[in-house]
């Protein structure tokens, strides 16, 4: 997980350096189909494991719930990143 964590915030401090090159624009026009492959192999790997699949009556609930928790989570940290971006833009015009 540290892995994961570190890899992350490498390429987020190396994309804020090189945010004015050319090639990193254009990188950002396949980062959403990359995320839809990874999310199309993601589900093949849960519908091929049957043991998920077998419990997934038990256990669906609580997957949807922490799934509805964690898209709400997101909104909420987005929405308040975006207003207080915005604030200190337009504290920045004036």
């Known amino acids: 997980m540290f892995s994961i964590i570190l890899t992350l915030v490498a390429g987020g401090i190396l994309g804020y350096l090189l945010r004015r090159a050319s090639f990193v624009r254009q990188l950002e026009k396949s980062t959403a189909l990359t995320v839809c492959l990874l999310l199309f192999v993601l589900g093949l790997s849960i519908g091929s494991n049957h043991l998920i699949i077998d419990n997934l009556a038990r256990f669906g609930w609580q ?6 928790a964690g898209t709400a989570g997101s909104i909420a940290a987005a929405s308040l990143a975006l207003r207080l971006y915005t604030k200190n833009r337009k504290e920045e015009k004036k």
Not at 63 to 68: I, N, S
């Open 63 to 68: 997957a949807a719930l922490l799934a509805v």
